[in-house]
Each structure stands twice: as structure tokens, then as C-alpha cells.
């Protein structure tokens, strides 16, 4: 049995339909993370998913509990960890990490082997009020409230959005030991380079998944040839590239553009009838999963 199984979820706010007929499954132990955009309805599907909304169509289980009939179950083997820092911020780290443990019927000294790793990193900060931790200690502070009753699944709604770099990195790190003790979770992120960390990934966008497989799998589902052009003049370029036959797209990428082209593209013609820029220069390069990401979205 899976973890998660979510079956034509559908769920809209008025006339904007967050999420429409989503579907995927998470097995027991993974890491799964839904990459996407701002937008594309991954706090919907983590709301849903966690019974704080109602879907309006489909169905799914969290732990072989339905979301709607065995709500108040699922709150209790879940973790949830919402985007925005949710804790109380005039409490002190330790006060709010034994109110949560209050909540559940546990004791954080039962619990303390799981969240010992990421809370000892916070526990010299113990008695400071949780509002005036940094954003890297804010969220180790709700990553230890949310395990603090041994759930088995974890939900993460974008824990690495606004830390800095090496929080970022130990977060992940967390997560991988996590994983290790066979909890489930599911994390969203808009952050491509996060994707490789995953064992599975959904891209989302506009309330649909555009695809689901393995960060290797999904990189090589890209069957174009991709280049990485450059010139003096960057606009001029991705406006003259665009014009070219055999050019699929060209999007800004970094400090060049990646350019998709198909069989009719050639590579020295395309020099030749742009050969007004100065230090053009085109090279091949394997995708990404942003690439992937942006062929299907176009598509």
C-alpha cells in the first residue's frame, strides 16, 4: 500500500481552479517533491492532502485514511509544515516545541531521539522568543514541531524558500536522515537544483502535473537537441535566434540563452544568419530539469 494515492483531485476558489484532475501516488519511505512555480497549486494539494480543505472532485489516502470520511486519523500520524512560519512567535523555541508536543499526548523527552539532530542546532537559542530566530532556525524550529509525535508522513510546503544557501543545504541533509527511519515525505519547492535531491518528482504548473518519474528519468524524457548561445548583445540574440528555422525555442538561461531545435535546424547555418552579432558563439549541452520544465509548459 502507498502513502499517498491521489486520484483526479480537483479543487477551485471561485472562478480560478487551483488544482484539476491530479493524480500520483507516493510510496511508502520516499522522497517525493513537486517542482513548480508560483501558482502551480502545490499549497492547494499539501492543504487538501493535510484535510485542511475539502476537495470539490476526486479522491485520496494519507496512510490508507481518506481525507474527508477519517480527517481527524490522518491529523494524527501526519506532520504538516506549512510555507509561511505558522509557530508562535512571542513563545520561546522551547515553549513551542512542548506546546506542539502537549498537543499530540506526547513528551518531548520520548521524542527527542527523532528531532535530535536538527533541534540540537536551535537548542542553545532554547529560551529565545521564535520570532526573533533567523529564517534557517525558524524552520528547524517548526521541522522539530511538526516530528515531534513521530509522524508517519511529513508534509514540507517550500521549507527552503527565503534561507540563505547553507540552511538550505542542511535542510535537505535533515530530510535524507529523515527518510533513513522510513518516514514518508512529500516536499514542494519552485527550486530546480532541489529536484535531484528527490527518489520521484512531479512538475506542476497551473493546478496540472506535467510529469512524474525520477530527476534521471524526467532529464531523459528531453528528445530535442538543446544549445547554449551567446553574443555581445543578448536581446539582439534572442530575438534574431527565435527567427532561424529549426529553432523550437530560446529562453534566457544564467549568463546565455538555451535554444531547442529540431531536425531542420543547422548549426552553421544558424552562425551564418546571425553573423551580424559579435562573438556569437553555440555550443551543445545536456538538460536540465528546468529545461524539461519549460519544453512542457510551452508545449
Not at 532561424?244 to 535554444?259: A, I, N, S
Request: glycine share 8%; proline share 4%; net charge negative.
Amino acid at each position: 500500500m502507498n502513502a499517498i494515492d491521489v486520484n483526479s483531485l480537483s479543487k477551485s476558489f471561485g472562478e480560478v481552479k487551483a488544482l484539476e484532475s491530479v493524480s500520483f501516488s507516493v510510496r511508502r519511505g520516499e522522497l517525493f517533491g513537486l517542482i513548480g512555480p508560483d501558482g502551480a497549486g502545490k499549497t492547494t494539494l499539501f492543504r487538501l492532502l493535510a484535510t485542511l480543505l475539502d476537495p470539490d472532485k476526486g479522491t485520496a489516502t494519507v496512510d490508507g485514511l481518506d481525507i474527508v470520511k477519517d480527517y481527524l486519523a490522518i491529523r494524527s500520524r501526519i506532520g504538516y509544515m506549512p510555507g509561511r512560519f505558522s509557530l508562535y512567535s512571542d513563545l520561546t523555541v522551547e515553549e513551542n516545541l512542548r506546546f506542539f508536543a502537549a498537543l499530540f499526548g506526547v513528551r518531548v523527552e520520548d521524542s527527542y531521539d527523532l528531532i535530535a539532530p536538527i533541534y540540537r542546532q536551535i537548542e542553545p537559542f532554547s529560551t529565545r522568543p521564535a520570532g526573533k530566530l533567523s529564517g534557517g532556525m525558524k524552520q528547524k524550529l517548526a521541522l522539530s514541531c511538526a516530528l515531534i509525535h513521530h509522524p508517519s508522513v511529513l508534509f514540507l510546503d517550500e521549507p527552503t524558500t527565503g534561507i540563505d544557501a547553507v540552511s538550505r543545504g542542511e535542510l535537505w541533509d535533515m530530510l535524507r536522515k529523515l527518510k533513513e527511519k522510513e518516514i514518508t515525505i512529500l516536499v514542494s519547492t519552485p527550486y530546480m537544483d532541489e529536484a535531484s535531491l528527490c527518489d520521484r518528482i512531479a512538475l506542476c504548473n497551473e493546478g496540472h502535473i506535467l510529469g512524474i518519474d525520477t530527476p534521471r528519468g524526467i532529464v531523459e524524457k528531453f528528445n530535442s537537441k538543446l544549445y547554449a548561445v551567446r553574443a555581445d548583445n543578448m536581446f539582439a540574440l534572442l530575438e534574431a535566434a527565435r527567427q532561424v528555422e529549426g529553432v523550437l525555442e530560446c529562453y534566457p538561461f544564467g549568463q546565455t540563452h538555451h535554444l531547442i531545435a529540431d531536425t531542420k535546424f543547422n548549426k552553421h547555418r544558424f552562425i551564418e544568419q546571425l553573423d551580424a552579432l559579435s562573438n556569437l558563439t553555440i555550443k551543445p549541452i545536456e538538460p536540465t530539469i528546468e529545461d524539461v520544465f519549460i519544453n512542457l509548459m510551452k508545449r
